[in-house]
Nanobody, 115 residues
């Protein structure tokens, strides 16, 4: 059974940094696309960053230059380093994994950025 468990959310002041981590189990992690999504109150869930099995990345325009996604295939983890945080980054952040046949979500972790 596939499980994704996020950690690292919390409350931070604007301009600060947080690092999110997602631990995956139950699938061959190195073969899967991993991503972070977020959902703010009253808004649709949106893609924040994605990383392919080969390490190629793409980012939402709103986080380019501030956020960095990374993966450690040996530890089955994907991270999201978030710098220069803004109040608009406040949301629940979800870890996402896409395999050849299915996709999975973590339970989400709250990130709150105060002004």
């Amino acid at each position: 059974q596939v499980q994704l468990v996020e950690s690292g959310g919390g409350l931070v002041q604007a301009g600060g940094s947080l690092r999110l981590s997602c631990a995956a189990s139950g699938s061959i992690f190195s073969r899967n696309v991993m991503a972070w999504y977020r959902q703010a109150p009253g808004k649709q869930r949106e893609l924040v960053a994605q990383i392919t099995p080969s390490g190629s990345t793409n980012y939402a325009d709103s986080v380019k230059g501030r956020f960095t996604i990374s993966r450690d295939n040996a530890k089955n983890t994907v991270g999201l380093q978030m710098n220069s945080l803004k109040p608009d980054d406040t949301a629940v952040y979800y870890c996402y994994m896409r395999t050849l046949v299915n996709s999975y979500w973590g339970q989400g972790t709250q990130v709150t950025v105060s002004s």
